[in-house]
Structure formats: C-alpha cells, structure tokens
C-alpha cells in the first residue's frame, strides 16, 4: 500500500472562502501548483497568487451560468486515475491530462439557502453538480488523493504538510475521505427531505443527517457509546445552544433539556413568565406566573422531590432573582433565551451547573418530524404540533367551567401534550400541582399525581392538598368511569380529555354524578 504522496497540484473550488488565503498561501509555499474556477480564482489572484483557469485544463470555458465547467476528463480523470497502474497512466499521457493530487472544494450553501426562505427556484440553483461529483471522485481515489470538504480541516491539512514534508499518508487521506463521502450524502439528505417536504410526499428512500457537535463521554448509561449531532438550519433549540459555564452536557442532559425547552416553547414570552422543570424528559413540574421567580417556585412546588437534578427552561430571560432561586437546589441545566449578567455572576459559583441561551424559544407552528429507530428499520412521523383553542372545545357535563377553571384547563392541555403516556395533569392557578407519568394505568397516573400532591401539601404545611379545586388533563380518553372517581377523590373540579371511548356516556355519567365538569377536545396526545 502506497503511504505518503507529496502534493503538486491542488484544486481549489469553494464557496465559503474562510481561511482560503492562508491556505492557498501555504500551498504556494511548498510548491504546490493551484488550478481554481470562478470566484475562488478571482480571489486567489486578488491576493498576488498564481492561479491556473481550469477552463485551461479542459479547453472549454465555463457555461450555462456556471453550471458546466469541471463536468470534464481532463478533471476527473486526474482525480480519478490510479498513478500505479500502466493503462491509466497511458490514458494520462496520450489525452494530456495531469494527476491532481489535492481536491478543496465546499458546496453550494443549499441548507443555509432553504433555511433563510429561499423560493423553490432559487433553491434549485443553489443545488451544486459539479462539486460532488469531483468530491466523490477524489474520495474513492484516496489511496493517492485527498480531498478537504470542511474549512476546519485546513489546519489539519497544512498541520500534516508541515509533518510530513509536504506530503500525506494513507491514514490522514483516509479519514478526509470519509469526511468528503458523509458530507455529500448529508448534501444530497438535505436535497431530497426537502423537495419530499416541498412536495408534500413520502419518498421512496429516506436519509438522516447531521454534523458532529460533541463526542459524549456515553450515552444513557456508562456501558453505551454516544455522539450528538446537530442539523444544519434547525430551528432555536439545544442543538443551537449556547453553553456558557459548566461541564459538557451529558446524553440524558440533551435529551432531557430538549423536552424542557420544547414544553417551555408552548408558552410565548408575551403571554408572560414560565418556567418548566423537567426529570428524565417528563415535567415535575411546569407554571406561569407574574415573574420568572415565582414561575419558578411554583413548578418546583409541584414536586420538589423530583426538581432535584433537574433542567429547568425559562421562557424568558433569566433574571439574578431567579437565578438565586435556582441555586437553591442541585439543577443540572438551566435554559433560557438569555441570562442578565447578574444571573450569570450568580450562576458562576456554581461551577457544575450549565446555563445555556437560545436566540429565540422553539416555534411551535413550525413543522417537523419525529424519527425511531425499531429494530429493521426507522419509524417517521408529524410531529405532534396539535393545538386546541376555546372554540375547538366541547363541553358534556350539566356544570361548565369558570373562565378560571377553563384558563387552567388549556393550560394543562398543553403541559399534557409532553408527558409521557399514560399522562395525568392536574393544574391550579396556572401551576401544574400533580403530573402522572409513564404508567400502564391511567387510573395508576391519576393515583401518583395525587399522592404527589398529598406529599407537597405535608411539606408545606398546607391543609389540603393542591388538587382541591384543580382541573385534570388526560392525554388520552377515560376507558372507564374509576379515572374518573379517582381524580374526583383528589379534589379535581374539571376534566379536559380526547373523548372517544366506547364507555363516553358512562364516563360522563360518572362526572356528572361527581358534579364535575368535563370537555372533550377530540384530540389525543399520545407520547411513548
């Protein structure tokens, strides 16, 4: 196997031009010859260097706007030959074609063109041809090429040239080429998802992206091997986090922080303060309030046993206050559209905790996907973007609710939507009081959620429990009537739920019995 090839021509053909000079220069330096196209030439020459057209190579000038001009053999031939075999370099020899031995090439910004709202026409053009196809051709001839797709990998390369005198080895052309492959497979992914959304069909093959953030120390549990990966254009997030104090963020932190910021979102920062606190991705506890500070204190009385160690997200920015507040307890994370310089002087003494700012809280009109993994193959679909407003509301007891019952209601619709199923939510005064999570038995959820309440209640020495007087979301509709006798017993005095059960009127029977007021949404929010 062939190891070290020294660098004698190089290719250079990109569209972000970050530290393109300084590599050209070093380039030039160590007697590299440069051949370039378009605007990356005009640059180099702007900078003093000698540039080679590659319309000098391939006898042809740049046509079609730009569309054709590395589409040629004289290119891909002196990427793709193998210098140790005879018949190639006979081909090389009789059609004049020189070996190229460094390919530079980044891509036409199609992701940043869609995500900065680009018409269907202009994304199009922003489709680049010519670039991968060189791409994947010096990347399958690794054994003598290499090819740099990423500008933080020029470093790396003049690091390796410095080394080894000019040259590289297999290894280093190696790892560049999968690079240079997983990045036109990204490219195309980007391509096809979005002309499957433009279009508003399923495609026949679909294809999961991402660039490496973080290699994480494990994944759930120490045993497990993971890596986060982000996605170009995504919107506000943790993917798109700002980590300013505290250790790199853990697998259960994303993951965890990630359901935080995506309950916190259904609440807009002008509809008022509110704060969520989430425990291996289901709240323990959610509130909105006239301030940040007492949003807070009262999600984390909802369940302050479980607010230990938890994520706290913030929909608003993070006031010293608050931040006082916080460091009360152990928090893992906190998250937030921005932090003041108060809360952050505050925060910096605590030196394990994590205190990350979005730009903008998610949007939750936004349209997405959800993706599984199962065992052959991936599970996709919507993601749960279901909303309800007053109108969409039916009410199916004799009593209906006050205007406070029916705000809190809504309220704990929404904080329902994010916990997992078989989910109980009971809510007073825009503070959720008891969350059942996860359990096999509504009735079981119900039960928890209450007894949570019961345990509160002691610790802050209230004399009845928070659940006197709540309402009750349920994500899923009430099969039998003995849910709905459970949440009665805890002192629920409204219901809001799916609807749909075989046993509707029996169930309704029941609430009415208990002088209950109850409403159908006819949507259900199932979360596994």
Not at 424 to 441: C, L, P
Request: with cysteine; charged share 20%; proline share 3%.
């Amino acid at each position: 196997m062939i190891d070290l090839i020294k660098l004698r021509r190089a290719l250079i053909s990109v569209s972000d031009k970050t530290g393109l000079l300084e590599l050209a220069h070093a380039l030039v330096d160590r007697g590299v010859e440069l051949v370039s196209t378009g605007g990356t030439a005009i640059a180099l020459r702007d900078a003093g260097l000698d540039v080679l057209d590659v319309e000098t190579i391939t006898g042809f000038p740049e046509m079609m706007d730009g569309r054709v001009k590395t589409l040629h053999p004289s290119v891909h031939g002196g990427l793709l030959a193998l210098r140790d075999n005879a018949n190639h370099n006979k081909a090389m020899e009789e059609y004049g074609i020189t070996g190229i031995d460094l390919l530079v090439v980044n891509l036409y910004p199609f992701e940043e063109t869609v995500a900065n709202g680009a018409d269907y026409m202009a994304s199009i053009e922003n489709i680049d041809i010519g670039g991968p196809a060189m791409i994947r051709a010096a990347a399958k001839n690794h054994k003598f090429v290499t090819v740099v797709t990423d500008t933080q990998d020029y470093s790396n390369l003049l690091k390796e040239l410095s080394e080894l005198k000019g040259s590289t080895s297999y290894f280093f052309r190696q790892k560049l080429a999968l690079n240079a492959f997983a990045r036109t497979a990204s490219y195309d992914a980007a391509i096809s998802n979005w002309m499957a959304k433009e279009m508003e069909v399923n495609p026949r093959y679909k294809v999961i992206s991402g660039s490496i953030v973080q290699e994480l120390r494990y994944g759930e549990n120490p045993h497990q091997a993971a890596v986060f990966y982000g996605q170009s254009g995504s919107q506000s997030g943790v993917g798109t986090a700002v980590q300013h104090q505290g250790k790199k963020l853990s697998y259960n932190n994303i993951n965890d922080t990630d359901a935080a910021i995506e309950l916190v979102g259904e609440f807009g920062p002008a509809e008022g303060p509110a704060c969520a606190i989430i425990k291996h991705a289901n709240p323990c506890g959610v509130s909105q309030a006239a301030t940040l500070k007492k949003a807070y204190q009262a999600a984390f009385n909802c369940d302050q046993k479980s607010a230990f160690g938890g994520i706290v997200a913030l929909n608003q920015k993070l006031d010293g206050i608050t931040a006082t507040e916080i460091c009360k307890i152990f928090t893992e994370v906190v998250i937030a559209p921005d932090a003041d310089n108060e809360a952050r002087k505050i925060f910096s003494k605590k030196k394990n905790l994590r205190l990350l700012t979005i730009k903008n809280l998610p949007d939750v009109n936004i349209t997405s996907q959800t993706i599984r993994q199962v065992l052959g193959g991936y599970l996709v679909q919507d993601k749960d973007m279901g909303r309800v407003s007053p109108d969409d509301l039916k009410v199916v007891t004799k009593r209906s609710p006050t205007s406070t019952e029916l705000s809190d209601m809504l309220f704990a619709w929404k904080v329902a939507k994010h916990v997992k199923s078989n989910a109980i939510v009971y809510v007073k005064n825009g503070a959720t009081v008891g969350i059942g999570a996860g359990q096999m038995s509504r009735v079981d959820s119900a039960l928890i959620a209450a007894r949570k309440a019961r345990e509160m209640a002691a610790e802050l020495n209230l004399k009845n429990p928070l659940t006197h007087g709540s309402v009750v979301a349920s994500d899923a509709f009430f099969p039998f009537a003995d849910g709905i006798l459970t949440v009665a017993e805890a002192g629920a005095m409204a219901i809001i739920q799916p609807g749909g059960s075989v046993r509707d009127e029996e169930v309704i029977a029941a609430a009415n019995a208990a002088g209950l007021t109850m409403i159908f949404t006819g949507m259900r929010h199932f979360r596994h």
